[in-house]
């Protein structure tokens, strides 16, 4: 948590999916033949995912894009740190149910 908030929406898709292609043009630049072997047989799983994937990406950025813009508005940060005072009493229960339960047996 940064100053007892915790972000109440989910960190952003984008770099994972540049990190993912970026790995794969490197061992693309590695087999070449594998790659281009993949390439026929998986082509239609590709074009399904960019289909699929490009509007779940666009989403992902308005959203991520509209949550950074009122970050710091009165309503967002207080709903951050109720949902980080409320991770911490999760917590908090289970420790204590886990060693309740380890005490009774």
């Given at each position: 948590?940064?100053?007892g908030?915790?972000r109440?929406?989910w960190p952003?898709?984008?770099?994972?999916?540049?990190?993912?292609?970026?790995?794969?043009?490197d061992?693309a630049?590695?087999?070449?033949?594998?790659?281009?072997?993949l390439?026929?047989?998986?082509?239609?799983?590709?074009l399904?995912?960019?289909?699929i994937?490009?509007?779940i990406?666009?989403?992902?950025?308005?959203?991520?894009s509209?949550?950074?813009a009122?970050?710091d508005?009165?309503i967002?940060?207080?709903?951050?740190?109720?949902?980080?005072n409320l991770?911490?009493?999760?917590?908090?229960?289970f420790?204590i149910?886990?060693?309740?339960f380890?005490?009774s047996?």
């Amino acid at each position: 948590t940064e100053a007892g908030r915790l972000r109440i929406l989910w960190p952003p898709i984008g770099p994972a999916v540049l990190k993912v292609a970026s790995w794969g043009k490197d061992e693309a630049v590695k087999s070449p033949i594998l790659s281009i072997v993949l390439g026929m047989v998986l082509w239609p799983a590709a074009l399904i995912g960019t289909f699929i994937g490009g509007p779940i990406l666009a989403t992902d950025w308005c959203l991520q894009s509209g949550y950074n813009a009122v970050k710091d508005q009165p309503i967002i940060e207080t709903a951050e740190k109720g949902a980080a005072n409320l991770y911490q009493v999760g917590r908090f229960y289970f420790l204590i149910s886990k060693l309740m339960f380890k005490q009774s047996i």
